[in-house]
């Protein structure tokens, strides 16, 4: 039997306060606009066979078998995953993590447009913040 053991304890997942594993902060925080579709395909395989701590473990084959990807588009979904913070992996160990923080975004002109306050600071610093 694999022993398992957190990728990244620092990110632990805690069920959310709406009672469901799959974040609404996945929408209402944008991530879904940094992926595509094979990578919540994989998201979405790797949130139902999940252990409470986030972590399980698949061959490349069995997840490629179930979530109906080819090889390549599985590996391009999981470094998409990875690449926007939501996902550590060491094979065959696939660790789902907690969201990033949000980062507060204030408008940045008239227009109404979002900056972020990191944005802001570099800004009025003369980008050395």
């Not at 395909?41 to 979530?67: E, K, M, P």
């Not at 990807?69 to 470094?79: D, H, N, S, T, Y």
Request: hydrophobic share 45%; proline share 5%; with cysteine.
């Amino acid at each position: 039997m694999m022993q398992k053991q957190l990728l990244a304890p620092e990110r632990l997942r805690q069920l959310p306060r709406q009672f469901s594993w799959i974040d609404q902060q996945l929408v209402r925080g944008a991530h879904l606009d940094r992926c595509d579709h094979p990578a919540w395909a994989l998201y979405l395989f790797l949130v139902t066979v999940a252990d409470t701590q986030g972590l399980s473990y698949y061959s490349d084959a069995a997840v490629a078998r179930w979530v109906k990807l080819e090889q390549a588009a599985l590996v391009a979904a999981r470094a998409q995953l990875i690449e926007a913070g939501l996902l550590a992996y060491r094979k065959p160990l696939y660790q789902l993590l907690a969201l990033p923080a949000r980062e507060q975004t204030l408008p940045s002109n008239r227009s109404g447009q979002v900056r972020s306050v990191g944005d802001l600071l570099r800004q009025l610093t003369g980008g050395v913040a």
